[in-house]
């Protein structure tokens, strides 16, 4: 383990602890794009609070990341890593918009089969691009750190 002088790993573990968290939250909406729309558009609001949710918690989430100076601390440990760095935190614009149009869509608050099921898969295709980014995320910023801090596959 390469010791660390700048950078606490509490608050390094705290951030990768996030993770962990959006995951949870993911399954939960997972699981609200799987009930039948035709119950009426309460169901429609459901997925739209937890999306707004989910929306304010990423955003906050990217912003302590792109503060929080671990990913500059991961490239400066590790310069290779610069353009990897540079790529995840390039994510997250992308994937708010993402998540934006994902907002949008319910908005609409169509209740037919089709665009729910368009809606649905909408969703998992966010849902890949987040979980792959953060699998990105965390390679990089345990190969800076050089430690298994346990948030692997
Ligand atoms: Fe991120
Ligand atoms: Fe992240």
Do not use: C
């Not at 959006?22 to 997925?47: C, M, Q």
């Amino acid at each position: 383990m390469v010791p660390s002088d700048r950078i606490d790993p509490v608050i390094l573990g705290h951030i990768l602890g996030h993770h962990r968290e959006l995951h949870s939250r993911l399954l939960t909406l997972k699981a609200a794009y799987a009930e039948p729309v035709a119950a009426g558009p309460h169901r429609i609001d459901a997925v739209a609070k937890l999306l707004a949710e989910l929306r304010e918690h990423l955003r906050e989430h990217f912003e302590q990341e792109e503060t929080g100076g671990f990913l500059e601390e991961s490239i400066a440990r590790m310069p290779r890593l610069s353009g990897a760095a540079s790529d995840v935190i390039a994510d997250h614009p992308r994937l708010l918009a993402e998540l934006d149009s994902l907002l949008e869509s319910v908005g609409h608050r169509d209740t037919s089969d089709a665009a729910w099921s368009e809606a649905s898969r909408g969703f998992s295709v966010f849902a890949d691009h987040l979980l792959a980014h953060e699998r990105n995320e965390n390679a990089v910023v345990q190969a800076g750190y050089n430690e298994d801090l346990g948030f692997g596959d």
